[in-house]
């Protein structure tokens, strides 16, 4: 058998230990395996490399992804299906991974519908993908925002003043949540839920009040107050999925911690964490879990499945249908941001 793989959307820790697993897999089966390069782009305009062991040697350990990534849609690009089988056809591929989050399998489960051997893989950093507990690169995500967390607390206590923490999540708040626990926010703020600025002004009032006199505010750059005036400013260009995005202006973060700081006169700095949150190596759940999905799908490749995807579930991992994870986003449900609620302050 002959396989593809591609790796697509915003690159995830643990992204080149499928890659190796997959390898590694293949290879034990008897199998070989063509790597296309930035994702989809790579499929339509048939950049790619062929991938053995020594391609893959202890990559398990790098972040980012040796096949580097795109936001490509093939749905977008005039005649992209016919490029998309063209491609395969040309490299004999039997089955094609890709691996990504909900746009790059929302791509995969189209084209299986329409007749291309697919199988998904599940990544983002942003953990809001159907149809599995976790992604890899989460892990590793909320343990550097947990540490930057560590860090902006000593600085924050030492000026007595306000910081206001951006963290990635557009939909979904899951990243500012377990970051935000984990690190001791004292306000966490998730695109699921509205806030008001002038709450959280009292809440920190509050807390300064009381002589606890530093503040983290954890917000997810998704999240919003529709009462707020002063603009953030997005990329007017959305994305080939559809996206707005995020981080190429003035973002919640800033505008945030200028209102604070006007309306309850707490000296207030934000800091945005943008991409440190998703690059370097990934944590030892990471590579472990992105080990097994690589393994996982390989195997399922042999058992003639499509529009399937290997997916972590009660700790095990299973195949499940593509349709169930793409579609809509697994977001933060109201009782577990409750929860997080009871340390605000
Ligand atoms: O989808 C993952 C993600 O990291 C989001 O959390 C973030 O909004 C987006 O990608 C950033 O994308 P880019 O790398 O294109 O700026």
Redesign the pocket.
């Known amino acids: 058998m002959h396989l593809g793989i591609l790796t697509g959307?915003?690159d995830a820790p643990g992204l080149n230990a499928v890659i190796r697993a997959v390898v590694y897999r293949a290879v034990a089966g008897g199998h070989s395996v063509t790597g296309f390069q930035r994702g989809w782009k790579g499929v339509i305009e048939n950049i790619s490399r062929p991938l053995g062991i020594e391609d893959v040697r202890d990559i398990q350990k790098q972040g980012g992804t040796i096949l580097h990534s795109s936001?490509t849609n093939p749905f977008k690009i005039e005649n992209g299906l016919g490029m998309i089988a063209a491609t395969l056809s040309s490299h004999a591929v039997d089955c094609l991974i890709a691996v990504g989050?909900e746009d790059t399998l929302g791509v995969a489960s189209r084209l299986s519908a329409s007749g291309t051997r697919v199988l998904g893989v599940p990544k983002?950093?942003?953990n809001d993908l159907n149809a599995t507990d976790y992604t890899f690169g989460f892990d590793t995500a909320i343990n550097s925002v947990t540490e930057s967390l560590d860090r902006l607390e000593t600085t924050a206590r030492s000026h007595e003043r306000v910081i206001v923490v951006e963290i990635?999540?557009?939909h979904a708040g899951w990243m500012a949540l377990h970051g935000g626990i984990a690190g001791g926010a004292h306000v966490i703020l998730l695109p699921e839920e509205p806030f008001d600025t002038d709450e959280i002004c009292a809440l920190l009032k509050r807390r300064f009040d009381e002589g606890r006199r530093w503040a983290l505010v954890a917000v997810a750059?998704g999240a919003s107050d529709p009462g707020l005036s002063r603009q953030i400013m997005h990329s007017s260009e959305p994305d080939a999925f559809g996206h707005v995005?995020?981080?190429t202006g003035i973002g919640i973060a800033e505008v945030l911690a200028g209102e604070i700081e006007q309306r309850s006169g707490l000296e207030t700095r934000h800091v945005i964490l943008g991409?440190l949150q998703?690059g370097g190596p990934p944590s030892a759940f990471d590579r472990v879990l992105g080990t097994r999905l690589g393994v996982k799908v390989v195997e399922m490749a042999e058992e003639g499945a499509t529009g399937r995807m290997a997916s972590l579930r009660g700790g095990e991992i299973v195949s499940v249908d593509l349709a169930e994870a793409v579609g809509t986003l697994r977001t933060v449900p109201p009782d577990r941001y409750a929860m997080a609620k009871l340390f605000f302050g």
């Open positions: 959307g915003g936001r989050g983002t950093i942003d990635m999540g557009r750059e995005q995020l981080g991409h998703r």
